[in-house]
């Protein structure tokens, strides 16, 4: 089975988040480290993963992308606050 997975990222001050989608989380979260995604992330150097979340179903996942795309910074940061408080790197733990 595939999983597919949402990630939020931020910079080394926790100022900025993103939030992506992929099927291959270790992949993308590198090409973010990296600076192999061009644009928004490699601007701002947003290269640390704080929070992230598995799906079997990828519409699952991009349906749960666009609800948090959708909702105000301050959830953002308390759903990364609730699992992630001291805004830890996760990419290593992965590994």
Same mark, same amino acid.
Request: net charge positive; hydrophobic share 35%.
């Given at each position: 089975? &595939? ?24 992949? =993308?979260?590198?090409?973010?480290? $990296? ?7 490699? =601007?701002?150097?947003?290269? +640390? ?6 799906? *079997?179903?990828?519409? *699952?996942?991009?349906? &749960? *992308? ?6 105000? =910074?301050?959830? +953002? ?6 699992? $992630?408080?001291?805004? =830890?790197?996760?990419?290593? *733990?992965?590994?």
């Amino acid at each position: 089975m &595939r999983y597919s997975y949402i990630y939020i990222l931020t910079n080394k001050l926790n100022s900025v988040l993103y939030i992506g989608v992929t099927n291959n989380l270790i992949k =993308r979260v590198w090409q973010h480290k $990296n600076k192999e995604a061009d644009g928004f992330t490699s =601007r701002y150097n947003i290269d +640390k993963l704080v929070y992230f979340e598995i799906f *079997e179903d990828i519409i *699952e996942a991009i349906k &749960r *992308e666009k609800q948090l795309k959708g909702g105000s =910074r301050q959830k +953002k940061l308390d759903l990364v606050m609730k699992n $992630n408080p001291d805004f =830890r790197d996760l990419y290593d *733990e992965l590994l």
